[in-house]
Protein backbone atom coordinates (compact mmCIF):
# COMPACT_ATOMS: atom_id res chain seq x y z
CA UNK A 1 0.00 0.00 0.00
CA UNK A 2 1.30 3.42 -0.55
CA UNK A 3 -0.16 6.93 -0.33
CA UNK A 4 -1.06 8.94 -3.42
CA UNK A 5 -1.13 12.02 -3.85
CA UNK A 6 -4.22 14.13 -4.31
CA UNK A 7 -5.13 16.23 -7.51
CA UNK A 8 -6.40 19.60 -6.56
CA UNK A 9 -8.81 21.11 -8.59
CA UNK A 10 -6.66 23.18 -11.30
CA UNK A 11 -5.38 19.81 -12.39
CA UNK A 12 -7.54 19.35 -15.46
CA UNK A 13 -7.99 15.55 -14.86
CA UNK A 14 -10.79 16.34 -12.29
CA UNK A 15 -12.60 17.31 -15.10
CA UNK A 16 -12.16 14.70 -17.26
CA UNK A 17 -15.01 11.67 -17.35
CA UNK A 18 -13.65 8.23 -16.31
CA UNK A 19 -13.43 4.93 -17.62
CA UNK A 20 -15.57 2.32 -16.74
CA UNK A 21 -13.03 -1.11 -15.15
CA UNK A 22 -12.86 -3.52 -17.32
CA UNK A 23 -11.71 -6.37 -15.49
CA UNK A 24 -11.09 -5.99 -11.41
CA UNK A 25 -7.62 -7.45 -11.16
CA UNK A 26 -4.08 -6.87 -9.26
CA UNK A 27 -3.44 -3.73 -10.23
CA UNK A 28 -7.50 -2.20 -9.18
CA UNK A 29 -7.26 -3.62 -5.76
CA UNK A 30 -4.17 -1.94 -5.14
CA UNK A 31 -5.67 1.13 -6.31
CA UNK A 32 -8.33 0.44 -3.70
CA UNK A 33 -6.31 0.07 -1.11
CA UNK A 34 -4.15 3.35 -1.87
CA UNK A 35 -7.01 5.04 -1.90
CA UNK A 36 -8.75 3.89 1.71
CA UNK A 37 -4.94 4.76 2.66
CA UNK A 38 -4.53 7.82 1.28
CA UNK A 39 -8.28 9.10 2.03
CA UNK A 40 -8.07 7.98 5.72
CA UNK A 41 -4.46 9.71 6.05
CA UNK A 42 -6.21 12.81 4.60
CA UNK A 43 -9.17 12.82 7.02
CA UNK A 44 -11.68 12.51 4.20
CA UNK A 45 -14.82 10.16 4.23
CA UNK A 46 -14.47 9.47 0.30
CA UNK A 47 -12.26 9.53 -2.83
CA UNK A 48 -12.05 8.53 -6.21
CA UNK A 49 -9.87 7.07 -8.50
CA UNK A 50 -9.65 10.93 -10.51
CA UNK A 51 -8.66 12.62 -7.60
CA UNK A 52 -5.31 10.66 -7.77
CA UNK A 53 -4.79 10.96 -10.71
CA UNK A 54 -6.49 7.26 -12.49
CA UNK A 55 -9.20 7.93 -14.74
CA UNK A 56 -10.91 4.60 -13.96
CA UNK A 57 -14.40 4.13 -12.11
CA UNK A 58 -13.78 3.46 -8.55
CA UNK A 59 -14.57 5.43 -5.49
CA UNK A 60 -14.15 5.04 -1.93
CA UNK A 61 -16.24 5.86 1.34
CA UNK A 62 -16.26 5.33 4.99
CA UNK A 63 -18.13 7.77 6.58
CA UNK A 64 -17.16 6.27 10.10
CA UNK A 65 -19.59 2.91 9.66
CA UNK A 66 -16.76 0.77 7.51
CA UNK A 67 -15.17 1.10 4.24
CA UNK A 68 -16.81 0.43 1.09
CA UNK A 69 -14.95 0.33 -2.45
CA UNK A 70 -17.25 0.72 -5.27
CA UNK A 71 -16.10 -0.06 -8.67
CA UNK A 72 -18.64 1.37 -11.61
CA UNK A 73 -20.76 2.50 -9.61
CA UNK A 74 -24.32 3.49 -10.95
CA UNK A 75 -27.19 5.35 -8.62
CA UNK A 76 -30.35 3.85 -9.81
CA UNK A 77 -32.46 5.66 -8.01
CA UNK A 78 -32.70 8.69 -5.96
CA UNK A 79 -35.76 10.17 -3.59
CA UNK A 80 -35.80 13.40 -1.38
CA UNK A 81 -33.58 16.31 -0.71
CA UNK A 82 -31.55 18.10 1.55
CA UNK A 83 -28.92 20.66 1.87
CA UNK A 84 -25.73 20.41 3.61
CA UNK A 85 -21.96 21.45 3.93
CA UNK A 86 -19.69 19.52 1.29
CA UNK A 87 -15.63 19.93 1.39
CA UNK A 88 -13.06 17.73 -1.07
CA UNK A 89 -9.74 17.05 -0.38
CA UNK A 90 -8.92 18.27 -3.86
CA UNK A 91 -10.31 21.48 -2.67
CA UNK A 92 -8.73 21.17 0.50
CA UNK A 93 -9.56 25.59 1.11
CA UNK A 94 -13.07 25.16 -0.15
CA UNK A 95 -16.57 24.59 1.25
CA UNK A 96 -19.87 24.93 0.44
CA UNK A 97 -23.74 24.08 1.03
CA UNK A 98 -25.00 21.11 -2.08
CA UNK A 99 -28.30 19.98 -2.37
CA UNK A 100 -28.15 16.38 -2.57
CA UNK A 101 -30.69 13.27 -2.50
CA UNK A 102 -31.92 11.85 1.45
CA UNK A 103 -31.87 8.35 -0.01
CA UNK A 104 -30.15 6.71 -2.89
CA UNK A 105 -30.03 3.12 -4.88
CA UNK A 106 -26.71 1.77 -6.17
CA UNK A 107 -25.51 -0.71 -8.26
CA UNK A 108 -21.36 -1.40 -8.26
CA UNK A 109 -19.15 -4.37 -8.29
CA UNK A 110 -16.94 -4.65 -5.39
CA UNK A 111 -13.48 -5.79 -4.65
CA UNK A 112 -14.49 -9.37 -5.20
CA UNK A 113 -15.80 -8.30 -9.27
CA UNK A 114 -19.47 -8.87 -7.64
CA UNK A 115 -22.34 -6.79 -7.98
CA UNK A 116 -23.91 -5.23 -5.30
CA UNK A 117 -26.74 -3.38 -4.89
CA UNK A 118 -27.64 -1.28 -1.75
CA UNK A 119 -29.42 2.00 -0.19
CA UNK A 120 -27.81 4.68 1.27
CA UNK A 121 -29.48 7.78 2.88
CA UNK A 122 -28.23 10.92 4.65
CA UNK A 123 -24.47 11.69 4.99
CA UNK A 124 -23.46 7.99 3.32
CA UNK A 125 -25.70 8.80 0.13
CA UNK A 126 -24.43 12.45 0.08
CA UNK A 127 -20.37 11.08 -0.21
CA UNK A 128 -21.37 8.56 -2.45
CA UNK A 129 -22.85 11.25 -4.71
CA UNK A 130 -20.10 13.64 -4.35
CA UNK A 131 -17.33 10.45 -5.56
CA UNK A 132 -19.93 9.45 -8.13
CA UNK A 133 -19.51 13.25 -9.92
CA UNK A 134 -15.78 13.38 -9.78
CA UNK A 135 -16.18 9.78 -12.05
CA UNK A 136 -18.32 12.34 -14.65
CA UNK A 137 -15.46 15.31 -14.19
CA UNK A 138 -18.37 17.20 -11.69
CA UNK A 139 -16.79 19.25 -8.26
CA UNK A 140 -18.96 20.03 -5.55
CA UNK A 141 -17.98 23.74 -6.37
CA UNK A 142 -20.27 23.35 -9.62
CA UNK A 143 -23.40 22.90 -7.12
CA UNK A 144 -22.73 24.97 -4.87
CA UNK A 145 -25.89 26.71 -3.69
CA UNK A 146 -24.81 31.15 -3.30
CA UNK A 147 -25.34 32.35 -0.52
CA UNK A 148 -29.15 33.83 0.21
CA UNK A 149 -30.88 31.50 -2.07
Avoid at 90 to 99: A, N, R, T, Y
Wanted: glycine letters at 8%; one cysteine or more.
Amino acid sequence: MALRNIRTYKDPILRKKSKPVEVVNDRIKVLIKDMFQTMYYEDGVGLAAPQVGILKRVVVVDIGDGPIALINPEIISKEGLYVDTEGCLSLPEEQGDVERPKRIKVSALNEEGKKINFEAEDLFARAICHEVDHLDGILFIDKVIPEGE
